[in-house]
């Protein structure tokens, strides 16, 4: 059976926002039933302090003041280590379309239902009050709609695919970070994507998301090899990191005397080890990931 | 709600909370969209595959038609004459990268609805010039505003001479046809009614390439521009020098070994989403090294670049010197190409191992002034001389700075003395036009002749000008003199008058947006020797707002256009009502013709679809225009010619061919020594040196506020102030937080002062304070701080100078005098103090 997922490059993403522009034209003011009804607009404004233009109340005189719109999907900037040397990726966050969906268990009267191609409807008209249905989401991209007062959300452009189209992020998208398609087929590029090693955000949700990324930051972990004499950059010293369970990767430091371990599978701890012909070897413990060990002298 | 009572919240006139706030931009589009509240899905019919009638398509109240922006194309759904959504013409590829924003802007509720007289300006009697500001208006009808606008022209003219009027404002708003602007490089309606009138004066400057315009015409030749648009020719080709030539992107691709970037954020900008991003991808996996240089972490050193090395703002001239250092003292330069390609070497060389000034330019030296550790300049300076190497520095915000020219200077310099320019693989890169091979303009793909604009209005040569960063001063403390390229500028010049009148156009805010020191702007204008300021614009900003008479006018998508977009020519049709009364610029400026009794010299009495169609009639497009219109859009092919290289012919036969083609300099080469520079200022000016140098740039305060600040780069989303009222930009948090314009900082700097993620901050220096919202950053060199540009200046108290800009402008913290002698560009960086803000 269909199950539509998918997968999405953090790689690629420059942040453009086409995604979340594309999802806000779609829905903005636009209704979809029986998936989706309007999307809040954004509010903005300035309350000048010019006589005559105070609001009575002046509650915020004086200030800029916004009632932000609704990111069905959410670009997120993800950052592991500290300057300089930060590892940040964009992660654009629509509805994960769980499998388990988080969202179903709180619904009452069939608010949150499940298509047989796997897409999660929040139904407009069934969960109006149902302010729970917002809470349940581990993910956070579920909102609120104070006016009609019901929970809202991504629905994969469920009305576009009834029409035999993409989801509009994934068409929006100018470098292709979006990958839209058939979990169920193994030869479709998500599936394949997925079996190349694509995650899931929070597996210990336990919600099993139908959105799985290739890319995000992975812990790391980095230094830099001097002469302990001279203090020139070491260029083509082999590196070594061994975790606890003995299993070791290995680069060697460049021009600049540079390292750097990334895709770490955990963040443990681990043994480095660095050697360097005419240099005696070095050995020395990294408690931590997403470090810079600044420079080792050798 | 009535429109009577949005009028009366205009007059000024206590007023319901609601309606005020429709008018301070509060409300957001929910009126204007309301019709599409309804709209269902079963409504929606499916597009037609690649070809899009201009006819309904199968649900009889849905049309899909082509339009376009000048920032790119799209396909427009229209349910009732309401523009309802876009879609991209067709998946991935042809999208641009604003298009899913114009349906927000166009229905913004801060458009301008309907031609409006500031309450206390009275032409025939006190102007009340100091109270402009106050943003207090009142309606008038389209007869009294044209009336009056020709009115004052015609007056303006008769008293001082068109050179009374100045214009300004404006980036690109154009199409084949309509064009917002009135600018300096001819085209256009507006510039041609007004040089019936005689010779009026431009407020412009090169502003987005002040460094790489001097930069280029001192050292290669060529023909000084004095906008970022460029002079054309009668055939629509540019024939003035704003940025060197570069390799097409398929050769870096192919032959490059290293990118190094400095101050630029290309790909991750809105001009490069669609069309540079995907070929940095390419550079990545095609294995090419990229490092970058730049005291934020941006994203293409987030997302493409194997290194950052930060750097101390304004100091990467100190970098450059010490690289030449290293190149010299190795032998690692291209001595033949030196002595064959360029002339004035050995004054460079002297200057760099310190025979000049004792000061040898090591990497020892440049560590203390740049921040980077000596032995990375020396490996950094080890690989560029090892491999084909382009610099990405066009876009740069290093051009957009004190001493931007020696920082260009330097970068061609470097590239000259490794003979990378000319050569597969390297050159100086960066430019505009990455899909085409041969980026020779701004303004649409080279292969789409369209020819001059149908006003037939060109400038062979320079008009008459100055500095939009010399407004103030040319009006507070007139005369203003300067220099820029190798002349100097006088005003007001001998036998003409001060100005007296302001005619403001294009949908853009320039000296109150993209233009250093707004507060003494703002004065300026409130000055009673300005007699008559005019502005017409689609919504209501900062410019507007300092206006005494405000003209309604459409944008994209409210009249049918012919756009050109990267590879793509666009039918753009009308897919949207135009806000109340709003109306063509082109109709106004008829408008005005007519009462002045020129309309037969302006356009006479062609329709717009009469021009349209005679213009398309001298492009090359192998449609009819009726096939043209119904298919929507013509795509050029795209160049995968083959790889081309920039100045091969001056790398192959420097004798026979100089880099410059129209205005090469006298020696034919590259002018390390800058033989105009020394002709003009002599050979031992501190401001201009014949040789490129790095000059330190002291902080005016003398050090009273601590961070480096920067507004040189472009918004994220957005062209200076045009597309910042939109509110689906608020919900970016690197655009706006709380509300408040993003301002980034280190996580260290922001901690000692106790601001946290989206804290409202007041930035502000001797020259203004502004507020924006903090995102502390571990991305972030410690002691700097930056917003980008274009956020509408928003006083909070309107009208008066010195109060806090809530839109977070940084211009109101840049200062407009810049020490350095050849170019006049716009002021990005400067020094601030940060603090959290309560209010």
């Known amino acids: 059976m269909t199950s539509y997922g998918f997968v999405i490059d953090t790689d690629k993403c420059i942040e453009c926002g086409l995604c979340l522009t594309a999802c806000k034209d779609e829905y903005v003011g636009n209704s979809y039933p029986p998936y989706s009804a309007a999307q809040p607009d954004t509010q903005y404004g300035y309350y000048r302090t010019t006589p005559g233009w105070i609001p009575d109340d002046g509650a915020a005189k004086g200030q800029a003041w916004v009632k932000p719109g609704q990111n069905w999907i959410n670009i997120v900037e993800m950052n592991r280590g500290t300057y300089p040397h930060a590892h940040t990726r964009y992660v654009p966050k629509p509805c994960m379309q769980c499998e388990d969906p988080p969202c179903m268990k709180p619904a009452t009267g069939g608010a949150v239902y499940k298509r047989d191609d796997g897409l999660v409807i929040i139904d407009p008209e069934k969960s109006v009050g149902q302010e729970q249905i917002v809470e349940a989401c581990p993910y956070g991209v579920i909102f609120w709609n104070e006016d009609l007062r019901i929970p809202q959300k991504c629905t994969f452009c469920a009305h576009l695919i009834d029409q035999g189209k993409n989801p509009k992020c994934a068409d929006a998208c100018p470098v292709t970070a979006i990958q839209f398609g058939d979990l169920s087929d193994p030869k479709s590029a998500v599936s394949q994507l997925v079996a190349g090693g694509a995650v899931q955000l929070n597996p210990e949700f336990g919600a099993r998301p139908k959105v799985y990324y290739v890319g995000l930051p992975t812990p790391f972990v980095s230094g830099k090899v001097v002469d302990a004499v001279s203090k020139a950059y070491l260029e083509g010293a082999k590196v070594t990191l061994t975790d606890s369970g003995g299993r070791s990767v290995t680069t060697t430091t460049d021009n600049y005397g540079d390292f750097e371990f990334n895709d770490l599978a955990s963040s443990g701890s681990y043994q480095l080890k660095i050697e360097l012909a005419s240099y005696n070897a070095k050995t020395m413990p990294v408690p931590k990931t997403d470090t810079d060990l600044g420079e080792i002298p050798l | ?839």
């Open chain 2, 1 to 839: 709600m009535s429109e009577k009572n949005e009028e009366s919240a205009v007059a000024g006139k206590k007023v319901s909370r609601r309606s005020m706030l429709k008018w301070t931009g509060a409300l957001a589009a929910a009126a204007a969209l309301g019709a599409v509240a309804s709209y269902g899905a079963t409504e929606l019919v499916k597009p037609p595959p690649e070809i899009v009638p201009s006819q309904p398509a199968a649900a009889p109240n849905e049309v899909v038609l082509t339009c376009a922006t000048d920032a790119g194309p799209f396909l427009a759904h229209v349910v009732n004459g309401v523009f309802v959504k876009s879609e991209p013409i067709a998946p991935n590829e042809t999208v641009g990268p604003l298009a899913f924003m114009l349906r927000n802007w166009l229905y913004a509720p801060d458009r301008i609805r309907y031609p409006m007289k500031r309450v206390d300006f009275d032409p025939g009697g006190n102007r009340n010039t100091q109270t402009r500001g106050q943003m207090r208006y009142v309606r008038i009808t389209w007869n009294e505003a044209l009336d009056m606008v020709a009115n004052e022209l015609k007056r303006v003219v008769d008293k001082y001479t068109a050179s009374a009027i100045a214009v300004q404002g404006g980036h690109s708003w154009s199409g084949v046809l309509h064009q917002g602007r009135i600018q300096n490089n001819g085209g256009g309606w507006g510039s041609k009614l007004l040089g019936l009138l005689g010779e009026y004066l431009v407020i412009d400057s090169v502003g987005s390439v002040p460094g790489w315009s001097a930069a280029v015409y001192l050292m290669m030749g060529g023909v000084p521009s004095m906008s970022s648009y460029g002079i054309y020719n009668n055939s629509g080709i540019p024939t003035s020098t704003i940025i060197p030539d570069q390799n097409s992107l398929s050769d870096i691709e192919k032959n490059c070994k290293l990118i190094v970037y400095t101050g630029t954020d290309h790909a991750c900008k809105w001009y490069g989403f669609t069309d540079v991003a995907p070929w940095f991808l390419r550079f990545k996996k095609a294995g090419i090294k990229q490092i970058v240089i730049d005291p934020w972490q941006n994203d293409t050193a987030a997302l493409f670049a194997d290194k950052w090395i930060p750097i101390v703002p304004g100091t990467d001239e100190a970098l450059f010197a010490a690289i030449a250092y290293v190149w010299i003292t190795k032998n690692l330069y291209d001595k033949e190409y030196v002595t064959t390609h360029t002339v004035g070497f050995e004054k460079f060389r002297d200057y760099i191992l310190g025979n000049e000034d004792g000061v040898p330019k090591t990497p020892q030296w440049a560590e203390k002034i740049c921040g980077i550790d000596q032995r990375t300049i020396q490996a950094l300076a080890e690989e560029w001389a090892s491999k084909p190497t382009v610099t990405w520095s066009m876009n740069s915000a290093n051009n957009r700075r004190q001493y931007a020219v020696e920082y260009c200077r330097m970068v061609i310099t470097l590239q000259a003395m490794m003979g990378y320019i000319g050569k597969p693989g390297t050159g100086i890169g960066g430019g505009w036009r990455p899909k085409t091979t041969a980026p020779v303009g701004m303004r649409g793909p080279p292969t789409v002749p369209f020819g001059p604009h149908p006003s037939g209005n060109t400038y062979p040569n320079l008009p008459p000008r100055i500095t939009a960063q010399g407004f103030a001063q040319a009006i507070r403390n007139p005369p203003f003199n300067y220099t820029e390229f190798d002349f100097e500028a006088v005003y007001p010049e001998p036998g003409r008058p001060e100005i007296h009148m302001i005619y403001s156009t294009g949908g853009s805010g320039s000296f109150l947006n993209q233009r250093p020191n707004i507060n003494a702007n703002t004065e300026a204008l409130q000055s009673s020797k300005i007699e008559f300021v005019v502005t017409q614009n689609p919504f209501w900003d900062a410019i507007t707002y300092y206006s005494d008479v405000v003209l309604p006018v459409t944008m994209f998508g409210e009249r049918e256009d012919i756009v050109n977009w990267q590879n793509y020519s666009i039918f753009s049709h009308k897919v949207a009502e135009p806000p109340g009364e709003a109306m063509n610029d082109l109709d106004v400026w008829r408008g005005l013709a007519t009462r002045l009794g020129i309309l037969d010299k302006l356009t006479g009495g062609q329709t717009d679809e009469q021009m349209l169609r005679a213009q398309y009639a001298k492009s090359n497009i192998p449609l009819t225009y009726d096939a043209f219109k119904a298919t929507g859009y013509y795509r050029w092919p795209l160049e995968e010619q083959g790889p081309f290289v920039a100045y091969k012919a001056f790398n192959d036969d420097p004798s026979k061919n100089p880099p410059a083609l129209i205005g090469p300099l006298p020696s034919g080469k590259i002018e390390i020594y800058s033989s105009k520079i020394a002709n003009f200022y002599g050979p031992n000016d501190p401001e201009a040196p014949p040789i490129p140098k790095y000059i330190e740039y002291e902080d005016p305060s003398g050090g009273k506020y601590p961070l480096h600040y920067h507004c040189g780069q472009h918004p994220k989303r957005g062209r200076h102030s045009q597309w910042q009222n939109t509110s689906w930009k608020r919900d970016f948090e690197n655009d706006y937080i709380n509300g408040y314009r993003t301002l980034w900082m280190n996580s260290a700097d922001a901690a000692a002062r106790g601001i946290k993620y989206g804290d409202i901050v007041r930035v502000f220096n001797d020259l203004g304070q502004i507020l924006c919202g903090a995102k502390p950053s571990e991305r972030m060199m410690p002691g700097f701080v930056f917003n980008s540009e274009g956020a509408h200046y928003t006083p909070r108290e309107p009208g008066v100078s010195d109060t806090l800009d809530l839109g977070g402008n940084g211009n109101v913290l840049l200062p407009a005098v810049n020490p350095e002698k050849c170019a006049q560009g716009c002021i990005t960086h400067g020094y601030v103090e940060v603090e959290r803000w309560t209010p």
